[in-house]
């Protein structure tokens, strides 16, 4: 399933803001509103966000720190998956799988060799979603107890051929 990021600007931010999860996800990613306000107070993070676009429409968001200095325990990096949401009515369509491919691609072009990311460690979390993608824990968590884990790059994701 392509994907395209796109900056938000003035003509797609009220269709991106009003990108939702599910009932229940709330607890494990917060809302584009939530997470640009995020970004706007962790400026020292290097927050790099777009909306994600399949055949023209918004189907969700993401935000990474972009090569930042690491400054633990509070700011993880230098590539960290800040946040990761697919909207409720997009979800089961492997856009996740996309996004994730599409960003691994991006920060291996500009010489990363890991990307780092979190989950809250609670029953219908996306632990399983990030370990089928290879992800792995680093056997630390964030000090809001989430669980750091590492994606070795470059990368071949699931139904990916190798290069």
Known sequence: MPVV???I???NRDAVLDLRVG???ERFVSSVRGSLKEA???PHAKPWFRAVYAAGEPVGFVMLSWDVEPQPP???GPWFLWKLLVDERHQGRGYGLAIVRHVA???TAEG???LLTSYVPQDGGPAGFYERLGFVPTGELD???EVLMRLALPWTPPGRPPV
Request: charge should be negative; avoid cysteine.
């Open 9 to 11: 600007t003035d003509s």
């Open 112 to 114: 990363a060799t890991e």
């Open 143 to 145: 000090p809001d107890g």
């Open 40 to 42: 706007a107070a962790h």
């Open 23 to 25: 009932p229940g996800q």
């Open 74 to 76: 509070e700011i993880n």
């Open 105 to 107: 691609d991006l920060v």
């Open 5 to 7: 990021l796109r900056e």
